[in-house]
Structures are given as C-alpha cells and as structure tokens.
C-alpha cells in the first residue's frame, strides 16, 4: 500500500532544545497534512502542504514540503513543554477519497523542563 | 461552536458482546469518517460517509463492523460480535469541504476508548 513512513518514532528533548519529526513517501503525495495529539487526547489538525518546495510557518513551527513532494518535516525551534504530544504526517487520498488520510507511524515528543 | 463528539469515552466489553459507538459531527459537516488506533500502531482509516451514503468503506476490517448515519446527521459503528484484536481508540472525525475550497482539515472527535476482555 502507499504508506507514509515517520521518523523518529521517539524523542526527548530538553525544553529550549529544537526538534524535527520527517515523513518519507515511496510515491508521490498530492498532500500532505499535519496533526498534534496530546497525550490523552485526539489528533488536532496543524496544517495541509500542497505545493513542491512549500515552506509555511506557525509561530514556532515550520512545515516543509519537498520538491519531489515524496518527503515533508516539522520543525519546531526552542521547545516548550506545552509541545508535549505525538506528531503525525498524513496523506490524504484526494479527489472523492478526500479526507481518507493515511497516518504515519507518529513522532512521540517529550521535552523535559 | 460545539465540536465533533462521541459516546461512550471507554466502554468495557467481553469478547462477544455487542458495542455501538456513537458519534455527532459537527453541525453542517457533511462528511463523516471512522478512524481507528490500535495500541501501537498508526491511526487507519475505516470509511467515510458523505452525508448518509458510504463513499468509502475499504477499511472496515470485516462484516463483524457495521457503520450507519441514518439521516445524514450522527453515525453509529456497531461490533459484533467484538473479538480481542478490536480493542483500541475509534475516532471519528468530520469535515465540510473537499479539496481546495477549503484547508483539508478534518475536526476529530475526543474518541472512544474500547476494551474487549
């Protein structure tokens, strides 16, 4: 199947500290999207990345596209405790699939104070 | 405005006991999906509804699942009879545009923790 593989699956870091989590495609992604679960509770929507190259920023995050829209990160620079949570890439299938995302594996984030 | 919520929060069965989950979409959201997380693994995709029409249901693991949105407003997913391997975290989720119209977001509901013994 068209799986979306994620890296790390861990990682601690102190807070202040910068972190990055990359999602890998053997195929071409039309999108992809981002999502942050707290520990508990359920995947809250981050951001979708469509174009080749795309580079977008939230405050402290920075999604990034790649050019051959086969691979995308997030990296989040000075890290707070508040960024505790699992990250996860997604693909959405697209055209009459859309919204049929198909999950990384998920990037479980701890930053100690 | 209210968000995408779903009942029970954790429901204890026995292995061949019978469990519907319940879920209320957001308001005007037509699409409506079931997604699962088992321990350890990635959230799946189960389907997705289209206002009351199933427009996807590839990945419903098999005929013991059986998902209903009468009316085109909540959505029940019923198991039965529910084995050990269907314990895990079932969200659902719900958006109100495709594609470029809007920013791809689906709205996840807090999920519904079920355990089979």
């Known amino acids: 199947g068209q799986q979306v593989m994620q890296i790390p699956q861990y990682q601690h870091v102190q807070e202040g500290e910068d972190f990055t989590t990359y999602c890998n495609s053997s195929?071409?992604?039309?999108?992809i999207q981002w999502y942050k679960q707290r520990p508990g509770g359920h995947p809250v929507f981050l951001i979708q990345?469509?174009?080749?190259?795309e580079v977008k920023k939230q405050k402290r995050l920075t999604f990034q596209f790649g050019e051959a829209k086969k691979n995308s990160s997030l990296h989040i620079t000075a890290t707070q405790t508040t960024d505790v949570g699992t990250y996860f890439c997604?693909?959405?299938?697209?055209?009459?699939?859309?919204?049929?995302?198909?999950f990384g594996q998920g990037t479980i984030l701890t930053v100690h104070p | 405005e209210a968000g995408v919520t779903q009942f029970p929060s954790h429901s204890v069965i026995e292995k061949g006991q019978t469990v519907t989950l319940r879920c209320d979409p957001i308001?005007?959201?037509?699409?409506l999906y079931w997604y699962r997380r088992v321990m350890g693994k990635e959230i799946k995709f189960l389907l997705h509804f289209v206002k009351e029409s199933k427009q996807d249901e590839s990945g419903m693991p098999n005929n013991r699942f059986l998902a209903e949105r009468t009316g085109g407003t909540y959505s029940t997913l019923k198991v039965q009879p529910a084995e050990l391997e269907d314990s895990g975290v079932y969200f659902c989720?719900?958006?109100?545009?495709?594609?470029?119209?809007?920013?791809?977001?689906?709205?996840f509901g807090e999920g519904s923790r079920l355990t089979v013994l």
């Open positions: 989720a719900s958006s109100q545009v495709f594609g470029a119209a809007g920013t791809g977001e689906l709205f």
């Open positions: 997604a693909r959405n299938a697209g055209g009459t699939s859309y919204g049929k995302l198909t």
């Open positions: 990345l469509v174009k080749s190259g």
């Open positions: 195929t071409t992604l039309s999108n």
């Open positions: 308001s005007g959201h037509d699409n």
